[in-house]
């Protein structure tokens, strides 16, 4: 058994992207290439964008602190702190609006 403090590193993770030059910083928490989930934190300052991507499979975002939205297309979706966004199948993007530390979770399809 192992506990982690989400919130915790999410200030660690927001703090590390605040220092770094593209602006995000990032830290698996759980699985990895191996696994079918994997779970990340990542910290972006406001204005970061997470270039548009596919999608490895099932995956969502739930807003640890700050405000973030998710672009798809001509669609987009506004999330703030506790909200839970679930990821569209489709190519899409990520934009911190204000400086912001996301829990995403992902099941890769096989």
Do not use: C
């Amino acid at each position: 058994m192992q506990k982690i403090s989400i919130e915790a590193l999410a200030r660690q993770q927001l703090a590390a992207a605040a220092s770094a030059s593209s602006g995000r910083a990032a830290d698996t928490v759980y699985g990895g290439h191996e696994k079918v989930l994997r779970q990340t934190v990542i910290g972006m300052v406001k204005g970061t964008v997470l270039a548009e991507h596919e999608n490895p499979g099932d995956a969502t975002v739930f807003v640890v602190s700050g405000r973030v939205r998710l672009i798809v297309g001509e669609d987009s979706w506004q999330a703030r702190t506790g909200d839970l966004l679930i990821v569209p199948d489709a190519r899409h993007s990520l934009e911190a609006e204000e400086d912001a530390a996301v829990l995403l979770t992902v099941a890769k399809r096989p």
